[in-house]
């Protein structure tokens, strides 16, 4: 292998661990982030009245500076990773509030992130011949996995939405119904030998609905179809079960490397 191949090889693997395994630990974080998406933009809004338009210019502003220590990392750091995702939902849910704000219909306002998703679908194949995540091995890949999981996040509030309020189903039901289609791609992956890829993105997509719909399930009022915790409350508890979560990964990162480079003790000849 020559220098040139060596580099390169090396240059994708710290770019392919900038992405996380998808783990148990993965899924918690990411329903977790997607709840305190929900309650975060509400709280912001509503709460605090800080208003729609400055919310998200804020909101967009630290995402995009988010985004750009990510880009910049050489491997993957969860706590900047994880601070993005935590951005990216609550950025994905303003821009959906933002569009209902001016009148878009939730109906309208679903089908469109569905298109750009699809959209973005389509262009990344045919770019990359790929959709994988553990394939993210340059900056085009990666930018295409973060504007999917914008377009992820922005449709998955639109659905939780249209499903809860636009069509009276309330919280609890959509969160069994969402919670209800992730088992279901479970099954047909570890049954019936569905598409890893196509499982995966499937799943991710299905489970920012989920946590919205918990979100507005914790958060909201009881006349409202909710516990009446507030948005404050929920929003505080997940983020502080978030950071235990992040820190328990960044540590867990550090030592393994320390495990595999530790020299393996001298036998006794005595």
Known sequence: MTLIERADALSARQMLNKVPDVTAIFWIIKVLATTVGETAADYLNVTLNF??????LVMSVLLLAALVVQFRAKRF?????????????????????????????LAATTIAFALALATTFVLWF?????????????????????????????LGTATGDL????????????????AGAILAVSIAYFAFSLNAV????IAY??????GASTGDLLAQSPADGGLGLGTTVTSVIFLVVILALVVT???RQRLIPALVSAPEPALNTK
């Open 205 to 210: 997509v299905f489970t920012r609905p989920l």
């Open 198 to 201: 196509l499982a995966f993105w």
């Open 163 to 178: 499903l809860a309020e636009g069509l009276n189903l309330g919280y609890l039901a959509s969160l069994a119904l969402f």
């Open 77 to 105: 750091v969860p706590a900047v990773y994880w601070l993005a995702i935590v951005l990216i939902s609550v950025v994905g849910t303003l821009i959906t509030d933002n569009l209902i704000e001016l009148g878009l219909p």
């Open 126 to 154: 045919r770019s990359e011949r790929t959709l994988s995540i553990h394939s993210i091995t340059t900056t085009r890949r990666e930018t295409y996995y973060w504007l999917t999981v914008l377009f992820t996040f922005a």
């Open 51 to 56: 208003g729609l338009t400055g919310v998200s």
């Open 249 to 251: 990964l960044t540590v």
